[in-house]
């Protein structure tokens, strides 16, 4: 079996089409079904109903469909954790705010969070961090306080990160 195969399924499932799957998956459509095929055999059940084109899936299909889309979501998982983990990022980032930035901060928290989710972030307001020395030196502002972007400043969405 190869992730081939169930891409192929999948795109099948949606366009329910042989040549439309085929064109979404960028292959011609008699490699389409000849992958599909070889995936009938070596699973020893028929997937699809075909006459001479499309007609829906078996029973049995229908559960080679569903196992299709988790290993294919698994995949992109398992991908997307390499990557993060080549890139070395993690630990903990420790921020300092100002109580007036209380609105923003759960946006802020789910753009960190999605897009360093292996980084854990610990947001402290000034009043406490700037006596005990808590934060990373990092300050959030709203992008209109953000007159360019330079060595120390950088955008998240629209959210301005000052550094220093």
Known sequence: MYIRQFEYLVALEKERHFGRAAEKCFVSQPSLSTALNQLEDEL?????????????FTNEGKKVVEWSKIILT??????DD?????????????????PMSSPILPMVSE??????????INIEFLARCIFTKEIDG????????????DSHTTMIN???????
Do not use: C, E
């Open 82 to 98: 390499i990557t993060l983990m080549k890139d070395n990022l993690g630990g903990l980032l420790r921020i300092g705010v100002i």
């Open 111 to 120: 753009i960190l969070n999605t897009h360093l989710p292996s980084i854990k």
């Open 158 to 164: 629209g959210i301005g990160v000052l550094g220093w």
């Open 74 to 79: 698994n995949q992109k998982g398992l991908i």
């Open 138 to 149: 990092l300050n959030f502002a709203y992008p209109d306080t953000v007159v360019g972007t």
């Open 44 to 56: 020893g059940v028929k997937i699809i109903l075909r006459d001479h084109k499309f007609i829906g």
